[in-house]
């Protein structure tokens, strides 16, 4: 399976189980704290908030800035967000991530658990599409999966990208990117691709906080 099919997998996926999504926030305690790590980020200003999924973190992210525009592909998920997300101050966008180019330049430019979801050869063109939405002066916030979560995964082999195949309640299965990424490797791919970058683990997950180094971020073709 290719990147473009198994791409096209994790959107059915995504679509096919919006009513399930929240349902990891509600039962694990580990989500919910991450929730609430977000007052402590350095979140100002305009904020474009990529793969927002159902909005749990579209809120927070509104209560710390000005405005928010939140993007995501899957129209499922976007009509649960704007009913959880009733301030003014957002602004939702129905678009794909790795088509899409941020019409202006954003302050923060954060994402929760969709890195795991960008395949590798996806990933310089990814990264220059997060540059081209920063402002002078912004910040890349991120939060996902460490290698721990690996565990709870039915990952797959034999992929063009690292891929685990998920269930819904109507038993009905779909694979999807799935890059569960080390804190060295990860650094050590973004400082490659002209960033600076902290990392912090977070029982199991990690907290991400990237700058373009010296102001300027390489071009590298996707």
Known sequence: MDDDALLAEQMAY???GAAEYDRPYAECEDLKDLLAVVDDLPIAGHVLELACGTGQWT???AA?????????AAAEVLALARAR???????FIQADLFEWQPPRRYDTVFFAFWLS????????GFWNTVAAALAPGGKAIFIDDGPAAAAGENVLAD???PAALRRLDDGSQYRIVKVFHDAATLRDGLTALGWS?????????FIGIAEPADGQVRELLA
């Open 14 to 16: 995504y679509r096919a």
């Open 59 to 61: 809120g927070r992210l």
């Open 64 to 72: 710390r800035a000005q405005s928010v525009t939140a993007v995501d």
């Open 85 to 91: 997300t009733a301030s003014p101050t957002v602004q």
């Open 117 to 124: 979801h960008v395949p590798p050869t996806r990933w310089p």
């Open 159 to 161: 992929h063009s990208a």
């Open 197 to 205: 970058v902290r990392i912090r683990p977070v029982a199991g997950h």
